[in-house]
């Protein structure tokens, strides 16, 4: 009995180690509150921002000073906007490149070495609250690189039941292994208006009137 409790307890302490993450409020964007969660390993590092209603995110996102000047990276990120209008301009998003990590830790490579899926680098950008979300052209214009030591990942949760504005080449150039594309609605687009011109590996599309996937 007594050495059953021991084992029990040695297998807690190893769970409690592996799932631990550090948590603290960080300064990584403009006019965004932000936390950064950091795994017991440092391997993973997630960020979860959004933006104060009276904070307005005017043209792009913008990293601050402070994280300018020494470069956090971090391998998830999710941005949620509060603003009940919003317009997403070209490449809104294209500084979060700088927050990407540079190399993959050393045990992905290994994996990936041996064969083994890679690590994921996944962005998410929820826009729960809009009357009205215009995305303009290359609105993610070259967010990822073409290649990468990382699986990419966008996910896009427009939730909202506002009306969305694609224009032609909203989405042009869109390179990511995997897109999550969460809408109410498309309409009165056709799936080539808004997916043309991309190179997507996995895309999955979930709504109301809708559950498509294309791998």
């Given at each position: 009995m007594t050495t059953q409790l021991i084992y029990t307890l040695l297998l807690l302490h190893i769970v409690i180690c592996i799932t631990y993450v550090r948590t603290e409020q960080c300064d990584i964007i403009e006019n965004m509150s932000c936390l950064c969660h950091t795994s017991f390993n440092s391997e993973n590092e997630q960020l979860i921002c959004h933006n104060q209603l009276n904070d307005r995110i005017n043209s792009s996102i913008k990293l601050t000073d402070k994280v300018r000047e020494k470069i956090r990276s971090f391998d998830s990120i999710h941005l949620t906007f509060y603003d009940q209008e919003m317009n997403i301009n070209a490449m809104f998003i294209n500084e979060l490149s700088y927050l990407f990590p540079r190399s993959p830790p050393l045990s992905s490579?290994?994996?990936?070495?041996?064969?083994?899926?890679?690590?994921?680098?996944?962005?998410?950008?929820?826009?729960?609250?809009?009357?009205?979300?215009?995305?303009?052209?290359?609105?993610?214009?070259?967010?990822?690189?073409?290649?990468?030591?990382?699986?990419?990942?966008?996910?896009?949760?427009?939730?909202?039941?506002?009306?969305?504005?694609?224009?032609?080449?909203?989405?042009?150039?869109?390179?990511?292994?995997?897109?999550?594309?969460?809408?109410?609605?498309?309409?009165?687009?056709?799936?080539?208006?808004?997916?043309?011109?991309?190179?997507?590996g996995e895309l999955h599309i979930e709504g109301r009137n809708f559950n498509i996937q294309f791998i």
């Open positions: 490579s290994l994996l990936l070495h041996q064969g083994k899926q890679k690590t994921k680098l996944s962005i998410t950008l929820s826009f729960p609250y809009f009357l009205q979300l215009n995305f303009d052209d290359y609105s993610f214009y070259q967010l990822f690189p073409e290649q990468s030591d990382y699986t990419t990942s966008l996910t896009l949760e427009l939730t909202s039941n506002g009306q969305i504005t694609f224009s032609s080449m909203a989405l042009n150039q869109l390179t990511v292994d995997q897109l999550f594309f969460h809408s109410s609605s498309l309409e009165p687009y056709s799936f080539e208006e808004v997916f043309n011109n991309t190179n997507i």
